[in-house]
């Protein structure tokens, strides 16, 4: 059981920096975990934005790499999004998603592997 907590999002302009924060509070066993970021813009599908798994391994989007960072303190399982250069395409709700054993720690297929969500935090970038 995994419960997930967003917050940092916010409304900034073209350029502009952000940084979204994920706490998370998991019962049993903590190992194995991979965490994302996934985010869904209106009248689109959810895409995955960054991951990162217990191993440190990280995957990003195309559309972010170089101007996202997600990490993690694994102490604690909070996870993080630095995000810069920020561009209105951007603009979305961002999810938190966490779960363990995932055949694959990937930012493809809008998350569906992921059992595991937070409530969102809006992102707006104008």
């Known amino acids: 059981q995994v419960q997930l907590v967003e917050s940092g999002g916010g409304s900034v302009q073209t350029g502009g920096s952000l940084r979204l924060s994920c706490a998370a509070t998991?019962?049993?066993?903590?190992?194995?975990?991979?965490m994302g970021w996934f985010r869904q813009a209106p009248e689109k599908a959810r895409e995955g934005v960054a991951v990162?798994?217990?191993?440190?391994?990280?995957r990003y989007a195309d559309s972010v790499k170089g101007r996202f960072t997600i990490s993690k303190d694994s102490t604690n399982f909070t996870l993080w999004l630095q995000m810069a250069s920020l561009k209105p395409e951007d603009t979305a709700m961002y999810y938190c998603?966490?779960?363990?054993?995932?055949?694959?720690?990937?930012?493809?297929?809008?998350?569906?592997?992921?059992?595991?969500w937070g409530q969102g935090t809006q992102v707006t970038v104008s």
């Open positions: 998603a966490a779960d363990r054993g995932l055949l694959r720690c990937s930012v493809d297929g809008g998350g569906v592997e992921f059992g595991y």
């Open positions: 998991v019962y049993g066993t903590k190992s194995d975990y991979c």
């Open positions: 990162i798994h217990d191993d440190g391994t990280t």
